[in-house]
């Protein structure tokens, strides 16, 4: 799953505190707490609010949503209890357009080349 930066938290945290002091009043490891902040690791629900709670703030005036980019599941029951989820995860590169214009623009002289001969 690609996340983003938590922009609203960092701010807010920012206005207050230094990630290491923050961190410590919501009872994280700073290295942990820095992960989830730049959106490398996903903030759980729990985790939202004691983070709004630590920066006396409504949850809703610094949480931020990660949906991934592509998510397909299969759900499958066994004993009408059990649901297993299946995620495919793809990273592209920032530059994918452009990789994608240079190749088409190789085809398009390839193909004027052809039609004048």
Do not use: C
């Amino acid at each position: 799953m690609l996340l983003k930066p938590k922009e609203k938290l960092k701010n807010a945290r920012k206005s207050k505190f230094t990630q290491a002091e923050f961190s410590e009043l919501v009872a994280m490891d700073t290295s942990q707490y820095n992960r989830r902040e730049k959106g490398r690791i996903p903030i759980s629900d729990d985790e939202w609010l004691r983070f709004a709670k630590a920066l006396n703030m409504n949850v809703n005036e610094i949480i931020e949503t990660d949906t991934p980019l592509i998510s397909i599941t299969h759900n499958h029951e066994e004993n009408d209890h059990t649901i297993t989820n299946y995620e495919i995860k793809i990273s592209l590169p920032k530059n994918i357009f452009d990789l994608f214009n240079a190749k088409f623009d190789a085809v398009i002289e390839l193909l004027r080349k052809e039609n004048k001969e």
